[in-house]
């Protein structure tokens, strides 16, 4: 309850937790706002339905509010005149302000009347993308700090945000946010590629580091290490040096 | 949405560029080239001629024949770890239906380039065409284009907007050179670029037309003139291929022998990974590419066995046989490559 978890990946794709924190916070019947900019509808669906969970009656029934960054910014910018009440969540293509967003957010998790589902969550795929256009990294960690006020404080919900970072990134601005998430985060998990190079059998490595040292000032975090392959429904984790490839 | 990095000169990805325009006409989809450096009419007249399939697969079927039989090994006594490995076909010399294969050398005649429907945007025709669309702080040349793709896709119906419309086709984008100054992009010239997000939101805005629609995008982009690396981190993240070329001109590498037979490499920096949770990853990422007379082909890059004086006496052989051939005159000597070291 009431916990921020930061994935993030480094020289490999982490989209995987996404799909995998997706399918399972609205299996345990929890309403969940999907902000997704970087891939559409149909990609997550598929997806999805290899893990059991069907996003479209997720959709239906309310249990799932899907904002599809691709084509909302196509609404935004080719699309008629938009109405005065409500402006775009992505509207900060045009005004660098993620204030929209924000309010998007919040309206889609507040309860409404009738509502029975377990605490809400907020995803997004990823923030990366938000400085890509256009949007400041103040701006970014300040929408953050709204969302978290908002969904943990407020209402006792969960987030989780996916960033991309590399060790020698030259991109000032995002490993800036990430750092500044890195500090503030219940729980971090972090996918990276070997740091021997590719392999056919172990894509990666995740670390999972659990921030005690943020609720309790004498505690340490605790980081555990685990190397992964993924398969097309799932993903095996096993100890490091152990993958089936070796035994 | 397939992003090009540049080789230094241009050359070879031009080459990859008209492929994809090719195999476009081939499979009789629509195209839609876009450029600011060449017109449009030019480069679709210097598409690269499709072979069909007879003539192919008799020049593949002697070369392959020429392969196997020097190529016999039955078994191997020293690298046996080796030999469970499936045979490497360093070139495709069987003939999978996938795709099609052109030939370099010829262009492609004009009636086969006539039979579908394209489209071409010249940025330098459209300058006085001002965009209809909300540009979001972008660059003007960017917006005119995204207006243009917009527009022929919803024009023509490759976004499903138009229910009769049985024959649904696929639309190839083919985009040249974007992020070059010819653009009005500074983002080539300068290490702090005035306007550091146009070609970043051009490319998440193209994509959404992408996803939206039944369209494929090439783009290619002189990455080695982006000084501001941050860029290309972030349109790596927001395109679904990169691919980088890197040839040989011009550089050390192209008197190493390690890479004689090569042109250039190949450098896959990511892959897609649409609708499911794992990626097709190749076994190798070692590709180099070649351009023989007739042939653009991307192969494994293997070394070739290193023939120096210290380390092997088959070319000691070689040398000495041959040097016997020419200093006598005399048939006896010039026998086989036996070479007896007295």
Known sequence: QGKFTLLRDSRTDGSFLVHHFLSFYLRAGCKVCFVALLQSFSHYNIVAQKLGVSLAAAKERGQLVFLEGLKSCLDLLFGEEEQPGQPSPLQFLSTSDLRALFDFVRVSLTPADGDSWKGPVLLVDDLSVLLSLGAAPVAVLDFIHYCRVSVCCQLKGNIVVLVHSNEDSEDEENELVVNSLCHHSDLILWAEGLATGFCKDVHGQIKIIKRLSLRQAAEQDLVQIYQYKIQDRNVTFFARGLSAAVL | ??????????????????????????????????????????????????????????????????????????????????????????SPTTYTKFGHYYDASKKMSPELCQSVKWHSFYLHEELSFKPKMKTCNMNSGYAKLLQSIQRIISQEGFDGSDPQKKQRNVLRIGIQSLGSVLWGDDVCCSDAPEDTHSLTKFLYVLRGLLRKSLSACIITVPAHLIQNKAIMERVTNLSDMVVGLESFIGSERETNPLYKDYHGLVHVHQIPRLNSLICDVSDTKDLAFRLKRKLFTIERLHLPPDLSDTVSRASKQDLAGSAKLLSSGCGAMAIGKKHLDF
């Open chain 2, 1 to 90: 949405l397939v992003f090009t990095e540049e080789d230094k000169y241009g050359l070879y990805s031009n080459l990859l560029f008209k492929y994809f325009l090719a195999e476009g006409i081939v499979c009789g989809h629509d195209l839609f080239v876009a450029s600011a450096k060449e017109h449009p009419d030019n480069i679709l007249k210097e598409l690269p001629a499709p072979l069909l399939d007879d003539t192919y697969g008799k020049e593949l079927g002697d070369e392959a024949a020429a392969v196997k039989s020097e190529d016999f090994q039955d078994s191997m006594k020293i690298a046996w770890r080796y030999q469970n490995l499936p045979k490497m076909e360093a």
